[in-house]
């Protein structure tokens, strides 16, 4: 059994976490780590996970090294990046779910996360990505930055497009609407229930980092390249669950069967993102409420010849394929299992 720790275990990615690592096969909860839930068991933090699991919520010391094989940090971008400090010489593989290490470049990170002080060298050690992308890269790695929710829908939307067909995309503006999971468990006036109910709220409207890390990752990439990428982001009434429609424009003339076509070759041999006709169900997909509780992300790709422009939508659950499940399938890959062990769960719906 591979032994697993999980830092952050009081919030809605922790306590995800620890639903998906009960239920693995191959996993072993051996440690929960925290600071304001110090001596709380997870049936008192999560009300939907009713386990004795034996354990309790502690503060987290270096030797939570010798407890795990490997440590998944649920934290805000500031502790983990603290955390990764001390962790990363001892522990054999450390999971950041934060954005302490997704941006790269040093100047893109410091405009994004000022408040994220880290060190170039610890940061240049992690390995970042969707496990669709860089699978093999995970192999032997000891640090992995997990991609945000945003950007792991607006990665898998557009990879085709530049690490397939190749294509120069000149501009890219992205379209995101999340549900309020995606805050976290912070209290925000604007997240309380009469003013987040049935709202459609610009919290983001001109600039959103996950952006930034997307066109970070993807300027590294090859053969395609992208001209600017830029997103605004809405927060909506939903718990669960985000989509982000995606509107690139180039000069590059592909045929809408080829697009179809290179999407479906793209993404054969993987299980979690589902290439979908717009029409081909009974509701208009993708749709966030189509893949709920699952590790699936929905991707549809359609040619727009009136507007001269590709549309790219892409769904997901953002505490599962956009957190906690997409920490597990990198974990999988980390330690040689198959990617969806223990992430065969379908969609809930409805929700």
């Known amino acids: 059994m591979i032994r697993v720790g999980i830092v952050g275990a ?15 096969p191959e996993l072993e909860l051996t440690f929960l780590g925290g600071s304001s839930n110090i001596g709380r068991r997870p049936a008192e933090l999560h009300p939907g996970l009713r386990l004795d699991l034996g354990l309790t919520v502690e503060a987290v010391t270096e030797d939570v090294a010798d407890r795990c094989d490997v440590v998944l940090l649920a934290t805000p971008a500031p502790v983990s990046a603290e955390l990764a400090a001390r962790l990363a010489d001892r522990a054999g593989c450390v999971i950041d779910l934060s954005g302490a290490f997704r941006i790269r470049t040093p100047e893109l990170h410091d405009r994004w996360y000022p408040q994220v002080a880290r060190s170039t060298e610890l940061a240049d050690r992690f390995v970042y990505g969707v496990p669709e992308l860089i699978g093999d890269e995970l192999a032997d790695a000891a640090l992995i930055s997990l991609p945000g929710c945003y950007a792991t829908a607006i990665t898998l939307g557009l990879a085709p497009l530049v690490l ?55 300027e590294r990439a090859k053969p395609g390249r992208i001209g600017s990428l830029t997103m605004s982001a809405y927060g909506v009434s939903h718990v669960r669950g985000l989509l982000a429609s995606t509107y690139v424009f180039t000069d590059d003339s592909v045929e809408p069967r080829d697009l179809q076509r290179a ?21 208009p997909v993708p ?64 929700a």
């Open 10 to 24: 009081s919030g809605l990615a922790g306590g995800e976490l620890i639903r998906l690592v009960t239920q693995h």
């Open 164 to 218: 397939s067909l190749g294509l120069d995309l000149k501009t890219v503006l992205v379209d995101g609407k999340s549900g309020s999971s995606g805050g976290g468990l912070q209290l925000r006036t604007a997240d309380l229930h009469p003013l987040r109910n049935g709202a459609i709220a610009p919290y983001a409207p001109t600039g959103h980092r996950h952006a930034a890390e997307v066109s970070d990752f993807l």
């Open 263 to 283: 999407y479906l070759r793209f993404y054969k041999k993987h299980p979690f993102v589902r290439v979908r006709r717009h029409n081909e169900t009974l509701i």
């Open 287 to 350: 749709d966030p409420q189509a893949v709920l509780g699952s590790n699936f992300c929905d991707v549809t790709v359609l040619p727009d010849s009136e507007g001269n422009r590709i549309v790219v939508l892409a769904a997901l659950d953002n505490l599962v394929k956009g957190s906690a499940g997409q920490a597990v399938q990198a974990l999988n890959l980390r330690f040689g299992l198959p990617e969806e062990t223990g992430l065969g769960m379908q969609p809930v719906m409805p």
